[in-house]
Each structure stands twice: as structure tokens, then as C-alpha cells.
């Protein structure tokens, strides 16, 4: 679906159908044409409401203000309600003078359409092609295309690059193994001349002495893969670097999963999925900082030589291990991953993980775990994370959950001796994998709740969300204007 911008009046753009979000309450907007209708059918214009009239040709969506995730709903809602129609060109007036409200249209429309049919012998199909930005705006304001055309880029971009973490994260165990991850990693280095991809195999693990990453990938026939994904654009004003948890499968090892537990861990490669295409966007935005995605590819399976709870671990940087369950496996990627992360020397340090159950407790299944130790990072995180439409929330580290990672036997434990508090417990086990330079730097996002949800929320489809693109993007985004 192609979205261009117009410069006309919304009444002068000639197209098969109009979307018209309607703001909660407020039926007699110059838009809305027809009235006497929407009165027939019982439209109420309450929230999130939406009626599509096809005798004349329009669709109305209400949202509750001109913020951006309320515009990027309601105008997802709008096309899910004509996606089968044969309209194949579609109109929509701008709803703010500024790039936020053309950002946040093209998003809803692009994040909104997305549809993942690839086991499917019967595919998704819509006639719809193009849709239409009018640079007329809700308050009789007509704005300078060009003024917005930078937004709209950014839009394509990221929701192009949101659905691409999508469909390898909806992609089946059996076709997105770790050496198959890797593959597409290194084809994006070469679709793109300023990205650079490493891979590394088994041996490498060993010299780079990982061995809490091999101990969990070997019990699999599949091997793991360290992926390290690089961008070096020239003056570079910071460094990013962003690891990401890469379990293609994760069974629960000989701490087996129940069945039904099993089933959607196909999404424990989300992070990685998310780090892979955070630089491919940075890439393609031209940001002005060096980024690298460091990713630990790998299945937790079961075997005769499977690591076993009672095991203990030596790290990469020489901090030893008790398992007490290897369920909490990714947590042990995660740890030799951000040591190696630390090496390229970064001055923001973010690991992205479908890391803990108890994250989605905390704070439901849709908003990701901000924690770390700057609170002043996280703040300014959380409210870079929002303003792309992704919902996270703040966690607070404290000493006492610290001492519940103690072990008698090894430095630490890799689960807590509380049940409680655990996505926290998991945030502070990886804390202890970062020196003391980089304290303030990391930020560890736990996103197993929006990652991957059996049903549809918002514009998000049922599966996977590609949570963590928009808002580390975002993020980055923000820090670039604030270096001009």
C-alpha cells in the first residue's frame, strides 16, 4: 500500500473512499457529510467506535483526541472496516498542523494493515493500493507538503521495519533457527552498504569463552549463532548499541515447560528480531550514531547433554553460575551477550528480551518493563516510548531483591529464592554483567508482554507486535534532534 501526500483540499482529491476520524462527541465538523445516516445507523461518535457507510463511500472512526496513538488507532480501525472492500484509492485530511499527525496516519494505516499468511493456502488479500494525504488540516490550516514529507518517510520506514521483526517472530521454530537468523542477517548486511554482519559459530562461543550462551544451546541439533550487526556512518556523534535475546525455541529445557506453555515460544527470538531491525531502520534514516545489534541466536532444548539445574556456569567475564532452573535460559544469553556488548565501548547500552512472566503480571500484557539504574535515563526513555505509540513502564531496582539472587556455591543463582518480584530479580541478574562505566548507560527492556499476544489489541494484529522498533527508534530519533 502506497501512502502519498496530496496538496489539495480534501473535497479536491478525487479517490474511491474517505476516512474521516471524528472526534469523541463532536458530530458537526465540516468532514462529517453525513449526518442524518450516521443518526439512522446509531452512531453515537463514543469512543473507538466505527461505522462504514458504502452508500457514500465514507468510513467514520472515532478517536478521543489528536494525540498520535489515538490518530494511529482510529485510523487502523477505519481501514480494517474497508480492507475487503474493491476500493483500491482512499482519502484523509491531516488532523494537526505539525509532522507528528502525518507520522501518525501513515503508521496507523501501514502498522494496521499487516497481515501474516504465510502457512496459509488461501493468502489475505485487498484492493486497496494507495491511499491519500490531503495537506488540508481539522482547523482549516493547510500546511506546506514538504513541510511533512520528512514524517511520512520516517513512518514508512519504521512500520516497514516494525513488520519485518513481525513476520520473523511469526515465523515457525523449524524455518527461523539460529542458523537461519544469522542468514537473514547477514542478507540484510548486503541489501544494505552501511550495515556489516559477523556471525559466529560454536568455536567462536569457546574463544570468546561464553559459556553461559553454550550451555544453553547444547542440548539442540540446532547450534547457536552470535550475530553482531554494525553501522558506521562517518562523524558519528554516539554509540548505540542495542542486545538482543535470541531463543528460536525455548522448551524450558530439563526444567520442561507444561505443554500449553510451550506453545507461542516461537517469540522468545523477539528481542533479537527487534535489535535486527532497530539498526536496519537507523540504516535507512541515516542516523547520525554508530550502532551495533549484538545477538545470542540459540534453542533451549532437551537431551542427554543438556545443562541441569544444579549445573554452575562460568561467564565471559569469569562470574560463575548456579542453575537452578533452566528455564531461565535467556537471562544466560543475555549475559555473555551485553559482556561482549560492553567491549565496543557504548554510550547507551539497551538489551531487549521476552525475559520474564512476571513482567506481564506487573504491568499487563501490553507495555514493556523499562529498569536500570538511572532514573533519568528511564524517564526519558519511558516518554520517547510513548510518544511512538509503544506503552512501557518504569521498574524500580532495590538492594533487597539483590541479596535473593545470592547462591552458596557460585556468585549468584540464576533465578531468585522469591518468587516474587521476578521480572525485577531477572533485571538485577543482568546488572550484574555491567561494569560499573556502563551502570548508568543500560537499560534493560523486558518486553514479553506486547511482544506476542493471541489476539488482536489496537492496531497490533493477533501474534506478534514487533515491540521495541518504534520506541528505541524513537529514542534515537529524539537524540539526533537534539544534537543539531
Keep these: 500500500m502506497q501512502i502519498n501526500l496530496i496538496d489539495k483540499n480534501i473535497t479536491d482529491i478525487k479517490a474511491d473512499c474517505e476516512i474521516v476520524l471524528v472526534l469523541e462527541k463532536n458530530l458537526n465538523h465540516k468532514w462529517i457529510k453525513d449526518k442524518n445516516t450516521l443518526e439512522t445507523v446509531g452512531f453515537k461518535g463514543k469512543s473507538e467506535e466505527c461505522v462504514f457507510l458504502a452508500s457514500s463511500n465514507r468510513v467514520y472512526s472515532v478517536i478521543d483526541s489528536f494525540q498520535n496513538d489515538d490518530i494511529r488507532l482510529g485510523v487502523a480501525s477505519a481501514y480494517k472496516a474497508i480492507k475487503k472492500t474493491t476500493y483500491k484509492t482512499v482519502k484523509v485530511g491531516l488532523y494537526l498542523d505539525d509532522e507528528s499527525s502525518a507520522r501518525s496516519l501513515s503508521e496507523g494505516l501501514l502498522l494496521g494493515s499487516y497481515s501474516f499468511d504465510k502457512y496459509k493456502s488461501k493468502k489475505d488479500t485487498t484492493s486497496i493500493k ?117 531463543l528460536t525455541y525455548d522448551s524450558g529445557g530439563l526444567s520442561l515447560k507444561p505443554s500449553d506453555y510451550m506453545v507461542t515460544m516461537k517469540s522468545d527470538k523477539s528481542g533479537a528480531s527487534a535489535a535486527i531491525h532497530i539498526i536496519k531502520a537507523a540504516a535507512l534514516l541515516k542516523l547520525p550514531f554508530e550502532i551495533h545489534a549484538v545477538i545470542g541466536a540459540a534453542e533451549n532444548m532437551i537431551g542427554g547433554n543438556a545443562y541441569k539445574p544444579d549445573d554452575v556456569l562460568i561467564a565471559r567475564n569469569g562470574k560463575s553460575i548456579e542453575v537452578r532452573n533452566t528455564d531461565a535460559e535467556g537471562r544466560l544469553v543475555l549475559a555473555d551477550c551485553l559482556d561482549f556488548a560492553q567491549d565496543l565501548k557504548p554510550d547507551y547500552l539497551f538489551d531487549l528480551a521476552t525475559l520474564t512472566g512476571a513482567c506481564v503480571v506487573a504491568v499487563g500484557e501490553y507495555t514493556s518493563g523499562v529498569m536500570g539504574n538511572s532514573t533519568i535515563l528511564k524517564r526519558e526513555f519511558v516518554k520517547s516510548a510513548l510518544q511512538s505509540g509503544e506503552l512501557a513502564s518504569s521498574l524500580p531496582f532495590n538492594r533487597y531483591l539483590r541479596k535473593l539472587l545470592k547462591s552458596s556455591i557460585a556468585d549468584m543463582s540464576n533465578i531468585a529464592s522469591s518468587r516474587y518480584g521476578g521480572a525485577l530479580t531477572a533485571g538485577l ?56
Design 429 to 484: 541478574f543482568l546488572d550484574n554483567f555491567i561494569k560499573d562505566e556502563f551502570k548508568d548507560k543500560w537499560l534493560h527492556l523486558d518486553i514479553a508482554g506486547p511482544a506476542f499476544i493471541e489476539k488482536d489489541w489496537g492496531y497490533n494484529q493477533c501474534g506478534a507486535s514487533g515491540a521495541g522498533v518504534r520506541m528505541c527508534v524513537n529514542f534515537m530519533i529524539n537524540k539526533a534532534k537534539e544534537s543539531k
Design 130 to 246: 494507495e491511499v491519500l494525504i490531503s495537506s488540508e488540516t481539522y482547523n482549516d490550516i493547510k500546511i506546506d507538503i514538504n513541510f511533512i514529507k520528512d514524517s511520512v518517510e520516517i513512518a514508512k520506514i519504521l512500520s516497514a521495519c516494525t513488520n519485518n521483526t513481525k513476520d520473523i517472530v511469526n515465523t515457525t521454530p523449524y524455518d527461523m533457527t539460529p542458523e537461519k537468523l544469522a542468514i537473514y542477517a547477514q542478507n540484510l548486511a548486503k541489501e544494505i552498504d552501511e550495515l556489516e554482519c559477523f556471525v559466529g559459530d560454536e568455536k567462536f562461543l569457546e574463544n570468546e569463552k561464553m559459556g553461559a550462551f553454550l550451555a544453553v544451546s547444547r542440548a539442540s541439533s540446532e547450534k547457536p549463532r552470535f550475530i553482531h550487526l554494525s553501522y558506521k556512518p562517518k562523524n558519528s556523534k554516539k554509540r548505540f548499541v542495542f542486545v538482543g535475546k535470541g
